[in-house]
């Protein structure tokens, strides 16, 4: 059975994280989720870079933007979906992962700021990613990584007008 | 034998580039580097931060700024490195990793606008995680996530004044 994977962004401030909310946003495309919400108010600037490399590279990638986080975790939570916090006050990936491989239908919660405690309580998995300071993207990156086993580097976007082949690859 | 994997950042540039450089930096060394080189002028912002994580969570991790890249590159090579060049037109690390691990000296170059053509040469590897435009932070994190097969996560860092224990995690 297909994995579904949708990326909820907490907090996103405009402008301030337009570059670390779009990393974001590329991140969740090229590495198999289908989907990203961004909790807070639209960001036209982030809508035209992440739209811009989705028409050019294709795939079906989805972009939204949501004032509350909360129902979005009920929404997908009635439609069958498990919630993965990625925290460094998690548990760790490396014990967890069998779990929450069995799960077929996925919202990962990423944050920057401080998460107010409900997003722990709400979740059905709080996942640390080591126990260090790091970073939201490289967290979701190694997380989508292991939920897909390493497939997801094999993913083909259909209806691309910008393909990368083995003819261009370097050495 | 213990890897040691420094992390070359080329083309920083100061404020516009802090805050993706010091996810960079985080990643890291979060995930098991001894050292990041940062190409471009001293940026005394991103030094404190990176500093700041580093005195409180421990470790011994490095943080050395240097105007060119080349000389780097020599530099490692002479002292038994390999050059790892994380790039779309590589080839994908699904392929390439068991050359990798094999590895225990690796220096590992992550651009962020367009590299010249000279870092494709001078690398001893030129890899893809995935054929999509992301992140470099995403693609070092998984870089450094396979080439220590995941025991990164369980690193201890000496000498931290913070520390998460499982007491600290939640569900």
């Known amino acids: 059975m297909e994995k579904n994977i949708v990326v909820l962004r907490y907090g996103h401030r405009p402008y301030r994280d337009l570059r670390v909310t779009t990393h974001c946003c590329l991140v969740a495309r ?22 811009g490399i989705t028409k ?14 909360l129902e979005q975790v009920k929404k997908f ?41 409900g997003v722990y309580r709400e979740s059905d998995f709080n996942i640390s990613i080591g126990k260090q300071p790091h970073s939201e993207i490289a967290a979701l990156a190694i997380l989508l990584d292991r939920l897909f086993s390493g497939k997801e580097l094999e993913k083909k976007f259909p209806g691309a007008k910008m393909v990368l082949t083995a003819k261009n690859e370097k050495k």
Chains 1, 2 share one sequence.
């Open 30 to 51: 090229a590495l198999g989720a289908k989907k990203i919400i961004i909790q807070g108010e639209e960001d036209f600037a982030l809508r035209k870079s992440v739209e």
């Open 56 to 69: 050019n590279w294709g795939g079906g990638f989805e972009l939204e933007f949501s004032p509350g986080w």
């Open 77 to 117: 939570r009635e439609h069958g979906y498990s919630i993965v916090h990625l925290t460094m006050y998690g548990k760790p990936i490396n014990k967890e992962i069998g779990k929450m491989r069995r799960k077929n239908k996925v919202l990962a919660i990423i944050g920057s700021r401080k998460v107010e405690i």
